[in-house]
């Protein structure tokens, strides 16, 4: 009897250890978080992503992090503005892909990937910030709703090492096939973060149409075509200078 129970516990402990060793890289763990905040209203937005990072010790000064985000089809970065953006070290981040349709309706656009880079925040260690410029989509004219809804997922941390890795308990190698700084002929090993999100998904509001007011829409939109054409052209013929045409005739 006083075997049995000795082989139970031998059977035991090794079970008691694997349970504290998974408490214990949870408790490492679980105190990455990212929060994502849209600003401004109406078409054009401000997507901001706070991340706070936990089991970093020292190496995290020497690290890059960023925010990896799936935009989907009912929004878009526009390419020129962020070039601008970026030009002026005011926001960073890349398009994957890069080649963006701004002119595309929700219904014909394809939904793509950011990789916003983030900036330590002074208030907060370690912790890291940024805002990405987001445009809404024209959708189809509703029946009922006057806006549309589009759920943007939590955003994915990443960091990146020149010298040190982060802790193999928190942090996996990920697949990312963006420079960790401004050379982009040096791809660098990034490493994906556990991480507890704020929300699983924030949902944008977008400003549709109705459809019972598309025959309004299409008599006043005529009626203003009307209206400017026939401005310019008395315009035209009021201050319009004709010499050339009597010269070509």
Known sequence: M???SKMAAGRWRPGLGVLLCALHVQAACRGSAVSQELLKEGFHRELLVKVELSGTGQWAEGCTVAARTHLPRGVYVDPY???????????????IPDV????????SATDFTVLLYLQPDPLCWPCFRAALPVHGRYHRPAENSEDALVALKSAEILV???DEHPSSECWQ???VGV??????????QWYSATHQPEYEELVLRVPVGLTQHSF????????ATVLCSSLILAAVCKYGDFSLVTCLE
């Not at 070039?83 to 070290?89: E, G, V």
């Not at 960790?180 to 660098?188: M, T, V």
């Open 160 to 162: 990146c090492c020149c």
């Open 81 to 95: 503005e962020l070039a601008s953006l970026q030009q002026h070290n005011v926001t960073k981040a890349v398009l």
């Open 100 to 107: 963006v349709d701004v002119e595309a309706p929700e219904y």
């Open 216 to 223: 309004l829409v299409c008599v006043m939109t005529l009626l």
């Open 173 to 175: 190698p990920a697949e």
């Open 179 to 188: 420079p960790c700084s401004g050379n982009k002929d040096h791809l660098c």
């Open 2 to 4: 006083q075997g049995g």
